[in-house]
Nanobody, 123 residues
Framework: QVQLVESGGGLVQAGDSLRLSCAGS????????MAWFRQAPGEERELVAA????????MYADSVKGRFTISRDDAKNTVFLQMNSLKPEDTAVYYC????????????????WGQGTQVTVSS
């Protein structure tokens, strides 16, 4: 059974940092682009950051550039999202996902999804 499991979410104050992890199992994800999406209540799921299968290319949404960093450890089949200088508008459920496409901007471009982890940033 192929799974992606996120962890690391929580309740923090504005300006704090969090590090999200997404552990894959059931297959290797070294041949997949990995991404983090987020979805706030009443909003569409949006792409936050993505990293190519070689790990050499990354992309970020304008809203998180300079604050968030995506990385991957293929030996551990894990992808990370380091989130610094968090803002209340970063509050959302964060999902990791895997895709054979680079760059897939839409949720339908991704074939594997985690269950999500809640990030809440208080002001």
């Amino acid at each position: 059974q192929v799974q992606l499991v996120e962890s690391g979410g929580g309740l923090v104050q504005a300006g704090d940092s969090l590090r999200l992890s997404c552990a894959g199992s059931g297959r290797t994800f070294s041949d997949r682009a990995m991404a983090w999406f987020r979805q706030a209540p009443g909003e569409e799921r949006e792409l936050v950051a993505a990293i190519r299968w070689t790990g050499g290319s990354t992309m970020y949404a304008d809203s998180v550039k300079g604050r968030f960093t995506i990385s991957r450890d293929d030996a551990k089949n894990t992808v990370f999202l380091q989130m610094n200088s968090l803002k209340p508008e970063d509050t959302a459920v964060y999902y990791c996902a895997a895709s054979a496409i680079w760059i897939g901007y839409r949720p339908r471009d991704y074939e594997y999804w985690g269950q999500g982890t809640q990030v809440t940033v208080s002001s």
